[in-house]
């Protein structure tokens, strides 16, 4: 039947939870452009036969064909803009390094690094010389402070008022919030929360 591999990758995305990156579906993305490729070149056979040959009966199949073609192409270009969509999302979530199970599943590393140093860009304009992270305190702090724990060995953090603290797995910081916050969602340090 028609499109219905186009609507299987859409399917594959629906069954992923939000925040997940399912492995790109390069085999079934081949498929469907292979179905386009076979529709195209059928309507156009038939479109010259219809012409010089006058069948005006080829018109259904043809205009079916087509509108077959156009769902392909939604499928997608919804299917693409999604995975888009949620590589973006992963940024804002892990930082610009994102964990190497993550990066196993995406096709897009060059958009990918676009987007990280547009992106970056936007961040060095704001705020004067300095600049903001934008990608800090995704949620509204209750304190400014947090207890920490380590998960793995990081090696030495340095803090604003320059006091420098070894990161060793299983030991506990009491640390600013806003500095420990990318090291949280890159899996290096968990809140502590008591």
């Given amino acids: 039947m028609f499109c219905e591999k186009a609507i299987e990758l859409i399917r594959e995305l629906h069954r992923m939870s939000d925040g997940q990156l399912p492995a790109f579906n390069e085999d079934g993305l081949r ?17 010259n036969e219809a012409k010089s040959e006058g069948r005006a009966k080829l018109i259904p199949s043809i205009k079916l064909r087509h509108c077959c073609l156009l769902r392909n192409q939604r499928c997608v270009t919804a299917y693409l ?94 640390l600013p919030r806003w500095k420990c916050e990318q090291l949280i969602r890159q899996g290096v340090l968990e809140h502590v929360v008591s």
Avoid at 33 to 42: F, I, K, P
Avoid at 126 to 137: A, R, S, V
């Fill in 31 to 47: 498929q469907v452009l292979q179905e386009m490729e076979a529709l195209y070149e059928q309507n156009q056979s038939d479109v």
């Fill in 81 to 174: 803009y999604d995975r888009l969509l949620r590589i973006r999302a992963l940024r804002w979530e892990y930082g610009s390094v994102l964990p190497a199970n993550v990066r196993f599943h995406m096709c897009a590393e060059e958009w990918f690094s676009q987007y990280k140093k547009s992106l970056a860009s936007f961040m060095r304009s704001l705020g004067g010389n300095e600049g903001l992270d934008i990608t800090q305190d995704m949620k509204p702090p209750k304190s400014l402070y947090i207890e920490v724990r380590c998960l793995k060995d990081h090696g030495e953090f340095e803090i604003d008022d320059g006091t420098v603290i070894l990161l060793k797995k299983n030991s506990q910081h009491f």
